[in-house]
C-alpha cells in the first residue's frame, strides 16, 4: 500500500516530538522536511539510507509531485511538518493531490508552537475569572482574513490571541487591539523560536512598546506574539482559584471539605 505520513515535528527541540513522530522518523525511508523551521535534530533518528530532502524553495506542486514520486508500495514516507500539521501547514492542499493519486494519509499531531511559547515563558493561556477562552489566528498580511476575523473583531473577546507569522505586523497589532479596547499597557509576549536551545528569546513588553522591543532584538520571523489578560500571572498576589483544586468544591474524584 503506498501512504504518507505527515508528522507535527514540534516547535524545535527534538525532544518536543511525540513518541509516535520519532518512532516513524526511525523507520522512515524517505523524508520530506519544512525548511527552516524543522529542527534537522529532528532527523537525528533517521536510518542511514533514509533519503533526506528539504523542502524550502519548493512549490506546493514539486513538494506533493516529490512526495507521489516517494510514496511507493511499502515505502515509509514523511512530510515532516513543524509544529503541528493542521495549523498554518498546507495540509489540506497536500492531502488532495495525494487523494487524486490513492495514497493513504495518516497525521501525526505535534505540539504547536503556541504550546511551546505559553511554556517557555512560565504562562498559563487560560485563568479562572480572567479567561477560558483561546484564539489561534494571525494578523492579515499578504493572506486575507475572512470576513468577521479581522484581529480587532477576535480581540474584542478580551480572551488569550496566539498569534502566528504576524511577528512583521506588530504595528497593525496595536492599532487592532486598540481598537477593540486593549489598553496601551496591555501585557504582550513574544517568543522567538521557542524551545530551540541557544536561541529562544522571551520579549515581555506592553502594547505600546513591543514593536520597539523586536526591533531592537531584531526579531522578524519564527516567532510567537501572545496578547493575553493572564501574562505575568505568576507574579499577582491574588488569583481567583481553579475550582477543580478548591478545597470546597465537590467533582467526581473528590468530596468538598465541608468543615469549612
Ligand atoms: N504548524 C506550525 C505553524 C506554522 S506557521 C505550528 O503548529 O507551530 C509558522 C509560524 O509559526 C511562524 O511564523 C511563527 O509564528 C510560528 N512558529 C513556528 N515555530 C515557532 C517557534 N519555535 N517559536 C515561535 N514561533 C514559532
Known amino acids: 500500500m503506498k501512504k504518507i505520513y505527515f508528522v507535527g515535528a514540534g516547535p524545535g527541540d527534538p525532544e518536543l516530538l511525540t513518541l509516535k513522530g520519532q518512532r516513524l522518523i526511525s523507520e522512515a525511508d524517505a523524508i520530506l522536511f519544512a525548511g527552516s523551521l524543522v ?68 497525521v501525526v499531531p505535534g505540539v504547536t508552537s503556541a504550546m511551546a511559547s505559553a511554556a517557555a515563558a512560565v504562562e498559563t493561556l487560560t485563568l479562572p475569572e480572567i479567561t477560558q477562552t483561546v484564539i489561534f489566528s494571525r494578523v492579515e498580511g499578504r493572506t486575507p482574513m475572512p470576513k468577521g476575523e479581522s484581529l480587532h473583531e477576535l480581540a474584542a473577546h478580551h480572551c488569550t490571541l496566539c498569534l502566528y507569522l504576524s511577528i512583521t505586523l506588530l504595528k497593525k497589532i496595536k492599532a487592532e487591539l486598540l481598537i477593540a479596547g486593549w489598553l496601551e499597557n496591555s501585557p504582550i509576549v513574544v517568543v522567538y523560536k521557542a524551545s530551540w536551545e541557544n536561541e529562544q528569546q522571551i520579549i515581555r513588553g506592553t502594547l505600546a512598546s513591543i514593536q520597539a522591543q523586536c526591533k531592537q532584538a531584531k526579531i522578524t520571523s519564527q516567532a510567537m506574539i501572545i496578547a493575553s489578560p493572564t501574562l505575568g500571572a505568576r507574579h499577582w498576589k491574588t488569583l481567583k482559584k481553579s475550582k477543580l483544586y478548591d478545597a470546597d468544591f465537590s467533582h467526581k474524584f473528590r468530596k468538598a471539605n465541608k468543615s469549612k
Do not use: F
Open 39 to 106: 529542527s534537522t535534530a529532528a532527523m537525528m533518528w533517521a536510518k542511514n539510507s533514509c533519503e533526506i530532502q528539504d523542502s524550502k524553495g519548493m512549490t506546493l506542486v514539486e513538494i506533493t509531485d516529490w512526495l507521489i514520486t516517494h510514496a511507493i508500495d511499502n515505502a515509509k514516507v514523511i512530510r515532516l511538518q513543524t509544529g503541528d500539521p493542521s495549523l498554518y501547514g498546507a495540509l489540506i492542499e497536500m492531502v488532495q493531490a495525494l487523494d487524486k493519486e490513492d495514497i493513504a494519509i495518516e
